[in-house]
């Protein structure tokens, strides 16, 4: 028979599962998931982590195709994605992290293809990018699913919650789903309003003045993704 923590702690982990189902639907539904595209964690304890599974379409998971794997990297059930290493660096250095998306959003995406130059998204040019997460700034390239993925995160954490991985996706993390999904939503919506400036004649930045009152602001309101 069932105790009845044991049988808590199931209905709370199929509660999340569902919740990462939700989120990664709205991905699907933004055209910032293809194919099986993409992943999605939530810390369930100190040394836990529930994640997607490897080789799935997200958009169309159940709960039981759901993977948990350890922060030291043992999987204790299912097929866990490829690319955990780079949530387990996340958890490991922030230690506020309980939730970790990454998806493909295809504007973010192309902008660190077609302007490799640049250390971060042009955030001088829009009030919300430095209001709701600072900056956004371009992870080094790392080939997907390797140590390397984990690694290149590191100069970045915790400091940034909100970050665009080089000719691969975005990366967001937060203290809970719903902060980590809006990570990855202002990230893409960032990014194509400013590749529409630029079609459209070019970029104008905001005054300097303005640019440190605005980060003033932001540093009043707090570490979370806005």
Same mark, same amino acid.
């Given at each position: 028979m069932m105790t009845t923590g044991a049988s808590s702690t199931l209905k709370r982990y199929r509660q999340i599962c569902e919740d990462i189902i939700a989120i990664a639907r709205r991905l699907h539904q933004k055209n910032m998931l293809a194919a099986a595209d993409g992943n999605i964690s939530w810390r369930v304890n100190d040394n836990a982590v529930l994640i997607t599974p490897?080789?799935?379409?997200k958009a169309f998971m159940q709960p039981e195709d759901m993977a948990l794997v350890s922060l030291d990297n043992h999987i204790l059930l299912g097929k866990p994605s490829s690319e955990r290493l780079m949530h387990l660096a996340v958890y490991r250095q922030c230690p %506020?992290?309980?939730a970790v998306v990454h998806a493909h959003p295809p504007t973010a995406i192309a902008w660190s293809v077609a302007r490799p130059d640049l250390p971060c998204l042009p955030s001088h040019a829009l009030s919300e990018v430095i209001l709701s997460c600072g900056d956004i700034p371009f992870v080094p390239y790392a080939r997907p699913g390797t140590q390397a993925m984990g690694e290149n995160l590191l100069n970045f954490l915790p400091r940034y919650r909100a970050l665009i991985l080089s000719r691969h996706g975005a990366l967001a993390w937060g203290e809970?789903?719903?902060e980590a999904w809006k990570g990855v939503e202002r990230i893409e919506h960032s990014a194509e309003i400013l590749?529409?400036?630029?079609?459209l004649g070019g970029l104008t930045l905001l005054p300097d003045e303005e640019v440190t009152a605005l980060r003033a602001?932001? %540093?009043r309101?707090?570490?979370q993704l806005l």
């Amino acid at each position: 028979m069932m105790t009845t923590g044991a049988s808590s702690t199931l209905k709370r982990y199929r509660q999340i599962c569902e919740d990462i189902i939700a989120i990664a639907r709205r991905l699907h539904q933004k055209n910032m998931l293809a194919a099986a595209d993409g992943n999605i964690s939530w810390r369930v304890n100190d040394n836990a982590v529930l994640i997607t599974p490897a080789g799935v379409s997200k958009a169309f998971m159940q709960p039981e195709d759901m993977a948990l794997v350890s922060l030291d990297n043992h999987i204790l059930l299912g097929k866990p994605s490829s690319e955990r290493l780079m949530h387990l660096a996340v958890y490991r250095q922030c230690p %506020q992290a309980k939730a970790v998306v990454h998806a493909h959003p295809p504007t973010a995406i192309a902008w660190s293809v077609a302007r490799p130059d640049l250390p971060c998204l042009p955030s001088h040019a829009l009030s919300e990018v430095i209001l709701s997460c600072g900056d956004i700034p371009f992870v080094p390239y790392a080939r997907p699913g390797t140590q390397a993925m984990g690694e290149n995160l590191l100069n970045f954490l915790p400091r940034y919650r909100a970050l665009i991985l080089s000719r691969h996706g975005a990366l967001a993390w937060g203290e809970n789903l719903e902060e980590a999904w809006k990570g990855v939503e202002r990230i893409e919506h960032s990014a194509e309003i400013l590749w529409k400036a630029v079609t459209l004649g070019g970029l104008t930045l905001l005054p300097d003045e303005e640019v440190t009152a605005l980060r003033a602001m932001r %540093q009043r309101i707090g570490d979370q993704l806005l």
